[in-house]
Structures are given as structure tokens and as C-alpha cells.
């Protein structure tokens, strides 16, 4: 169905599309994709994911600015492994500026030993990967004016704050030069690992309202011109357009979470399909038709799992299953992802 659907009233289109160019050579459906950045990568990989594609998103958590981004999976590309004099104790609980909250630990050593396992699987798994997703949040940095961690420098660029007291960082917007000069030490860093890899870098749409409305629009038409200057001499890195999608195809609040600033799973699936139809090959495509099938199943809840249709359903379910996986072995097992049936109300 066309997307330019005319209305009645105004003789007008609903909305005007966005335009997107198309990913060439094209995704093929065995092809391990790498997220990272802000949150928006966690809806991308979650989504890529629900189709059993084979990806895997950065253990630094949410990486907003595009210096941290590419400090963070620099030092992932080159598998430096953190130390005891970069980390600090904060609230009872061990911590590094560039992992966020989720990855800290009571204990120092358990701390780095996660931490450092991390980065030791995430680099071999960079290194296979096809094609980097990058997410860019927002242009406003902060700097540490008085480091935790002993080994760590003043007026370093954090990606984590830590909630750490607002007085002891100095907040700064990054210029289109520095964000393209981030982009570019990015790239560099995975060069060096795997040449093979290409960048997918989009604008995320989550609306950093913290900032406010105005602050909010400058931050991304800064990380806008950041791209673009970016792109000029990286012909093998594509753009899409998911802050465009959001803002000029959906503009609504029906298409975000309650909190009016994060995109709700329904805008993240709809940009999703954007992309896979805009950067898929026909293999991919393909595979979609049949994985959509499958997940239609996985997702079915049984109401009398004892039940003897119950009981047959799971067979025909799990030989679907078992045949998908043989056409197409890279892919993630449907029964590993099934989500646990919701309690009966």
C-alpha cells in the first residue's frame, strides 16, 4: 500500500515519505550486525533480533555522544582491557565512566573480571561482523572535573555520569568538525580490526527533553551536520533516515512511549521495517517471509498447554522450528527467545 494516501478532506497526502537510498550490496540474512550507541540501538537489535537475526549490541550500554562512542568501541577494536586504576567505588558499588550503570558490581574484582570478559567477547564478535549500526543521541558532552579513578584524566569526555554530582563536570555541545573527527577516529579504530566491516549511521530519534525543546533540536541538527561532513569521505557508510521517519512520516505522540520522549516499540518496529525493506537483498527478504512465520508461532500463548491441540500444536510448532533452522542454520533458535507465557488474569 502506497504511503501517499490521499485525503478526502484536504486532497492532500497523509505525510510525506522519507526517502531512503538503498543499502548496496544489499543485507543478506547471514550477515552478523554490530549495534551500538544510544538507546535507539537496543530497539533496532530487539527488533533484529524478533527475527532471529544474528547481531549483537555493545556491552557499554547507552552510548549517547558520538566522542564516547567512538572511545568506547575504539578501545574495543584495539581489546584494551580496563585496569584497577580506571575504575572507582561510587554509592557501594564499583563503576567505570564509559560502562553504564547496569554493568557495575559490588565487588572490584568481580567487577573487572565482567568488565574485561566483555570487552575480550565483544571484540571477536566485531570483528565478524558485516556492518556497525551506530545510533547518535545527542551533541552535548560532559567532561569529569574531578576523576573518580585515579588513572583517569581531567576533562575526559564520560559516557556515564553515575549520577554523580552535576559540579563535578563541565557540560559542552561538540561541533559538526569534532563529531565528524569522532566518526573518523571511529572508523580508523575499525579498520583496523575488520576492514571488511562497513557503518550504518543513523540519528536517533528519542527527544532529549532534559535539555529542552530548543537545546534538544540544536544538539541534533549539530550531530546532523556532524554526519553529513562525516559521510563526504566515507562512501561506503550509508545514512538512514530514522530521526526523518519519526519526525515526518509518524509525528505524532500516538507513536511514543508515555514519557513523550522515547519512540514506542511500535514506531521502533515501523523504522525497522524501513530499513530491512530499503536495505535488504532479495535473500533477505526472503528470509523474512519465512522467519515472520515462525515468530508468529513462537509467539503464540497456549491457554491449556496440557491439552492434547495444545499438545499437537507444540509438535507442529517445534517441526517448523527444527525445518527453519535447517534452510537457515545462522540463525537464532526461535525456542531459545520465546518469551515465558503471561499469568492468566
Same mark, same amino acid.
Given at each position: 500500500?502506497?504511503?501517499?494516501?490521499?485525503?478526502?478532506?484536504?486532497?492532500?497526502?497523509?505525510?510525506?515519505?522519507?526517502?531512503?537510498?538503498?543499502?548496496?550490496?544489499?543485507?543478506?540474512?547471514?550477515?552478523?550486525?554490530?549495534?551500538?550507541?544510544?538507546?535507539?540501538?537496543?530497539?533496532?537489535?530487539?527488533?533484529?533480533?524478533?527475527?532471529?537475526?544474528?547481531?549483537?549490541?555493545?556491552?557499554?550500554?547507552?552510548?549517547? %555522544?558520538?566522542?564516547?562512542?567512538?572511545?568506547?568501541?575504539?578501545?574495543?577494536?584495539?581489546? !584494551?582491557?580496563?585496569?584497577?586504576?580506571?575504575?572507582?567505588?561510587?554509592?557501594?558499588?564499583?563503576? =567505570?565512566?564509559?560502562?553504564?550503570?547496569?554493568?557495575?558490581?559490588?565487588?572490584?574484582? !568481580?567487577?573487572?573480571? =565482567?568488565?574485561?570478559?566483555?570487552?575480550?567477547? =565483544?571484540?571477536?564478535?566485531?570483528?565478524?561482523?558485516?556492518?556497525?549500526?551506530?545510533?547518535?543521541?545527542?551533541?552535548?558532552?560532559?567532561?569529569?572535573?574531578?576523576?573518580? /579513578?585515579?588513572?583517569?584524566?581531567? %576533562?575526559?569526555?564520560?559516557? %556515564?555520569?553515575?549520577?554523580?554530582?552535576?559540579?563535578?563536570?563541565?557540560?559542552?555541545?561538540?561541533?559538526?568538525?569534532?563529531?565528524?573527527?569522532?566518526?573518523?577516529?571511529?572508523?580508523?579504530?575499525?579498520?583496523?580490526?575488520?576492514?571488511?566491516?562497513?557503518?550504518?549511521?543513523?540519528?536517533?530519534?528519542?527527544? =532529549?527533553?532534559?535539555?529542552? /525543546?530548543?537545546?534538544?533540536?540544536?544538539?541534533?541538527?549539530?550531530?546532523?551536520?556532524?554526519?553529513?561532513?562525516?559521510?563526504?569521505?566515507? !562512501?561506503?557508510?550509508?545514512?538512514?533516515?530514522?530521526?526523518?521517519?519519526?519526525?515526518?512520516?509518524?509525528?505524532?505522540?500516538?507513536?511514543?512511549?508515555?514519557?513523550?520522549?522515547?519512540?514506542?516499540?511500535? /514506531?521502533?518496529?515501523?523504522?525497522?521495517?524501513?530499513?530491512?525493506?530499503?536495505?535488504?537483498?532479495?535473500?533477505?527478504?526472503?528470509?523474512?517471509?519465512?522467519?515472520?512465520?515462525?515468530?508468529?508461532?513462537?509467539?503464540?500463548?497456549?491457554?491449556?498447554?496440557?491439552?492434547? !491441540?495444545?499438545?499437537?500444536?507444540? %509438535?507442529?510448532?517445534?517441526?517448523?522450528?527444527?525445518?527453519?533452522?535447517?534452510?537457515?542454520?545462522?540463525?537464532?533458535?526461535?525456542?531459545?527467545?520465546?518469551?515465558?507465557?503471561?499469568?492468566?488474569?
Amino acid at each position: 500500500m502506497s504511503s501517499r494516501r490521499p485525503d478526502p478532506v484536504l486532497g492532500s497526502p497523509w505525510f510525506s515519505p522519507v526517502e531512503i537510498p538503498t543499502l548496496t550490496p544489499g543485507l543478506k540474512p547471514s550477515e552478523v550486525l554490530y549495534f551500538a550507541g544510544s538507546c535507539f540501538a537496543e530497539n533496532l537489535y530487539r527488533v533484529w533480533r524478533d527475527h532471529f537475526l544474528p547481531g549483537w549490541l555493545s556491552p557499554f550500554g547507552s552510548t549517547y %555522544n558520538p566522542v564516547s562512542l567512538a572511545a568506547t568501541l575504539g578501545s574495543l577494536c584495539r581489546g !584494551e582491557e580496563v585496569g584497577p586504576d580506571e575504575i572507582f567505588e561510587y554509592r557501594g558499588l564499583w563503576r =567505570h565512566s564509559r560502562f553504564n550503570t547496569l554493568a557495575s558490581r559490588p565487588e572490584k574484582d !568481580e567487577f573487572l573480571n =565482567h568488565i574485561n570478559f566483555e570487552i575480550r567477547e =565483544h571484540r571477536k564478535s566485531l570483528k565478524t561482523a558485516a556492518r556497525l549500526v551506530i545510533t547518535l543521541g545527542t551533541a552535548f558532552v560532559y567532561r569529569d572535573l574531578n576523576p573518580r /579513578a585515579p588513572g583517569c584524566s581531567e %576533562n575526559d569526555v564520560v559516557n %556515564n555520569c553515575h549520577q554523580r554530582p552535576a559540579a563535578e563536570f563541565c557540560r559542552s555541545s561538540l561541533s559538526p568538525e569534532e563529531i565528524a573527527g569522532a566518526l573518523k577516529d571511529l572508523k580508523k579504530s575499525l579498520e583496523a580490526l575488520n576492514p571488511a566491516c562497513t557503518l550504518i549511521i543513523t540519528l536517533s530519534p528519542v527527544r =532529549h527533553m532534559r535539555d529542552g /525543546a530548543a537545546e534538544n533540536s540544536l544538539s541534533k541538527a549539530l550531530l546532523r551536520c556532524g554526519i553529513q561532513d562525516y559521510l563526504k569521505d566515507d !562512501e561506503s557508510a550509508l545514512y538512514f533516515p530514522s530521526y526523518e521517519i519519526l519526525l515526518d512520516e509518524l509525528r505524532d505522540y500516538r507513536w511514543y512511549d508515555p514519557d513523550l520522549c522515547h519512540p514506542s516499540a511500535e /514506531a521502533a518496529s515501523y523504522i525497522a521495517e524501513r530499513f530491512f525493506k530499503s536495505a535488504g537483498s532479495r535473500d533477505f527478504h526472503a528470509y523474512l517471509k519465512e522467519a515472520r512465520k515462525i515468530k508468529a508461532l513462537n509467539d503464540h500463548r497456549l491457554r491449556f498447554p496440557g491439552s492434547r !491441540e495444545a499438545l499437537d500444536f507444540i %509438535n507442529r510448532r517445534e517441526a517448523r522450528i527444527k525445518e527453519f533452522l535447517r534452510r537457515y542454520p545462522f540463525a537464532l533458535s526461535p525456542s531459545e527467545l520465546r518469551q515465558p507465557p503471561a499469568p492468566e488474569c
